[in-house]
């Protein structure tokens, strides 16, 4: 197999699909993995200092803090990968209520009685820190095809 030297300039990071497409394959589905874990942990770290700290009222005496189960997954597929941030099941299950709201019923009737207002955690996050997760990225692809044009 002949190896072909990659030569890419990055000037903004909408350049990300461009650094891609002029990858080889075996080096994409390498080094994005890679990429897509460093990008996440800048949203990871903001969405733990955002979400309700352990000891809020809705913390389930015995459960993990929610804090605690912000983590990220990164998917393989076929042409290509992708990261999951969020909260983990079944610890981490009730994330989404914090994050969007809830109404609160009453178990015998069904009747809604009231309303937890919205937390948001993870989009406020993800907002925050995204020319960082951009940033991150690039930078772990670039040092894959510098790795790559020294071997």
């Not at 080889?24 to 979400?51: M, N, S, T």
């Not at 809604?112 to 989009?123: H, K, S």
Request: charged share 25%; proline share 7%.
């Amino acid at each position: 197999m002949s190896k072909t030297k990659v030569n890419v300039t990055i000037d903004e990071t909408g350049d990300v699909d461009r650094l891609l497409q002029t990858m080889p394959d075996v080096l994409q589905h390498k080094q994005l993995p890679k990429a897509l874990r460093a990008g996440a942990k800048p949203i990871i770290r903001e969405a733990k200092q955002r979400v309700s700290q352990p000891g809020y009222p809705g913390d389930k005496p015995g459960k993990e803090p929610l804090k605690n189960t912000i983590h990220a997954v990164i998917r393989k597929y076929e042409y290509t990968s992708i990261a999951v941030v969020g909260c983990t099941w079944p610890e981490g299950n009730h994330g989404w209520l914090v994050e969007f709201g809830h109404d609160i019923k009453r178990t015998t009737s069904g009747q809604i009685y009231g309303r937890v207002q919205p937390y948001p955690f993870m989009r406020p996050a993800i907002d925050a820190t995204r020319s960082e997760v951009a940033g991150s990225v690039l930078l772990v692809l670039q040092m894959g095809v510098q790795e790559f044009n020294s071997q």
